[in-house]
């Protein structure tokens, strides 16, 4: 049976791909098992050749592997049905989501411009590959006089990360999506931060949805992989055709595992960010903190657009304390239940020093950074889902050790 068209994003989560029912028997699994293999099997060959005149249409229709079957198939559904997409196209991880992105979009003496705020791997994606093929590719400041000012003739797609990748800075997507197709350009946003739940940057105008499932969808610490979401036939042509032409396939497995993440994504994702509230209200309070990047924190400049684009929030935040480098390395070593490390969207809470350099390049810290805020002093945390208690008591030990 499918699923009502007009129900909410919970009950979505709960129904999209459900395993088919055998019409033998009539019955079938609640959850759809992983369907691991590498090739089809048709029943004769008029069934093959209605798959692959189907396939040359543009749909989705197995003929081989690669492109995987039902388990698959739910989980892009799925991936469809919380992005707001017509198709998705799975990769790896999510940083072969986006190559795979700018890859169908651009090519030799093509342009992207992309905001400085983007995860940070995306640049040398282009320093490594995207150049080496002659695709050029700005980072500017994501507001509508630096990308006017930095527009060029072979500029084709504007690249994006709302909220950005360090210091969760809201972008007006809305507005830069205007901009960007007044001009031609197709919009590409990073959408592992929202994951489709509190963040839909295709109803917000973007053109392709890029998602890390490895982070929240995911939710388990223990997968990577990675989504591409349009919903224009021309777009998904082209991304179909680049998924295809890079051999870019995930293991069943893999997708189960998503599937299996992403029925409690929600629950996750909201117990997580009254966590992160939770975090952010007792270090507003310390003096050692000067600033707090987290859009719902109802101090960050972000937070109007926050509540005018976002439909929730998460378990990020980052920073800026009252210390130096050595100071902020003490704080981090003093931790006992925040594990060091990149990666987040798990159910554990983990934390990283925004390294300076990373920050070099980058527009909002130079607007909000003052004079108590030095280099190596931002520290970003994923705020997972054990008692918020006990994550501020292993902060307050952790900060009188620091400051010891
Ligand atoms: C982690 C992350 C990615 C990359 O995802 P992987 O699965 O680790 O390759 C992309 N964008 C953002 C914002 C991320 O946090």
Request: with cysteine; proline share 5%; hydrophobic share 45%.
């Amino acid at each position: 049976m499918p699923v009502p068209p007009d129900v909410r994003i919970d009950t979505l989560l709960q129904h999209t791909g459900q395993a088919p029912l055998d019409p033998a028997t009539g019955s079938g699994p609640v959850a759809m098992p992983s369907m691991r293999t590498s090739t089809v099997r048709f029943a004769d060959m008029d069934a093959l050749d209605r798959a692959q005149a189907a396939k040359a249409r543009g749909e989705r229709v197995p003929t081989y592997g690669r492109v995987g079957l039902q388990t698959h198939e739910s989980l892009e559904t799925l991936l469809c049905r919380l992005e707001g997409g017509s198709r998705a196209f799975l990769a790896p991880s999510g940083m072969a989501a986006i190559s795979m992105a700018l890859m169908a979009l651009v090519g030799q003496g093509d342009d992207v411009l992309a905001a400085d705020c983007v995860y940070g791997p995306v640049r040398f994606l282009h320093k490594t590959v995207l150049s080496r093929m002659g695709v050029g590719m700005d980072f500017v400041r994501p507001t509508v006089a630096a990308l006017q000012a930095a527009l060029r003739p072979e500029t084709r797609v504007l690249y994006l990360e709302s909220p950005g990748s360090l210091l969760m800075e809201m972008l007006d997507l809305p507005e830069l999506a205007r901009w960007a197709h007044d001009r031609g350009l197709v919009v590409v946003a990073d959408n592992t931060w929202g994951s489709g739940y509190v963040y839909q940057p295709l109803a917000l105008g973007a053109d392709v949805s890029v998602v890390a499932v490895t982070k929240y969808v995911g939710g388990h610490s223990d997968l990577m992989l990675g989504a591409a979401v349009a919903r224009d036939e021309t777009l998904n042509r082209r991304l179909g055709d680049t998924h295809y032409a890079l051999g870019s396939t995930v293991s069943a497995d893999d997708a189960w595992l998503a599937l299996r993440g992403a029925r409690t994504l929600g629950l996750r994702m909201r117990q997580s960010a009254e966590h992160a509230l939770e975090v952010c209200r007792w270090l507003a309070a310390r003096p050692e903190v000067s600033r707090l990047f987290h859009p719902a924190w109802p101090d960050d400049p972000g937070h109007m657009l926050w509540r005018r684009d976002a439909l929730g929030s998460n378990g990020m935040l980052s920073v800026a304390v009252d210390l130096d480098r050595a100071g902020a390395r003490r704080l981090i070593d003093a931790l006992r239940l925040f594990g060091i490390g990149y990666s987040w969207g798990g159910y554990e809470s983990l934390i990283t020093q925004v390294e300076s350099g990373a920050l070099d390049t980058h527009g909002y810290w130079d607007e909000h950074a003052d004079a108590r805020m030095r280099a190596g002093s931002v520290l970003r945390l994923h705020i997972g889902l054990e008692d918020p208690r006990d994550l501020i008591a292993d902060l307050d030990q952790a900060f009188v050790h620091a400051l010891a």
